[in-house]
């Protein structure tokens, strides 16, 4: 028995650094949530390479998602302890996933809650920051975010919404796909509610307070 768990686990770790390390390079035909929400709707799906997407887009993720996503080894401990206090004292617990975070349960896992799905996020969350440069995460995580029921990627995202190419997107669209992300089947791009509307203009605010262009190069 110990010898076939020591065979098992040095093959989920031959297979799991595998992948992780190869997506490094080679860019994901697909992602798990894709291949769940298949089944359900259309899928539009177009990658991008990372000189053909408009850096307001990265910005405006940033602000919206992962502040501290340059600086951070994959998880943001300020934010992970202010969910536990919102938790403890009884009010609506605030996501505190990054930007790794979620790449890594895109391209891998499912979206349910479970202690077992957390594990293995953190677990693959490791692996993407330690073999990957901030900048691939940023470019893999733009392109397999979902932005509308069936649109994943910035790709499919701009022509679909905008009816241009991703490079084009000014800070405005950028602020607004951005807008839907913590929860793109309810939020919409192309009918915003008043919600979404305020929370395009709060992103619009913070791009400008974190500096930019001058955000990105230090993810180079």
Known sequence: MLRWLSWALATWLVLTIGAVLLLRWVDPPTSAFMLRERTS???????????????????AVIAAEDQNFPAHFGFDLKSINDALADR???????????????????????????WLRKGLEAYFTVLIETLWPKQRILEVY???AEFGRGVFGVGAAADVYFHKRAARLNVYDAALLAAVLPSPKRMRVNAP??????????IVGQMRGLGGTALLKELD
């Open 193 to 202: 509610s008043n919600y979404v509307r305020e929370r395009q203009a709060w």
């Open 41 to 59: 709707s259309p899928l539009r799906y177009r990658w991008v390479d990372d000189a053909n997407i408009s850096p307001q887009l990265k910005v």
């Open 88 to 114: 403890q004292r009884g009010r609506r617990v605030r996501g505190a996933s990054t930007i790794s975070q979620q790449v890594a349960k895109n391209l891998f896992l499912w979206p349910q809650q479970s």
């Open 142 to 144: 733009l392109n397999v």
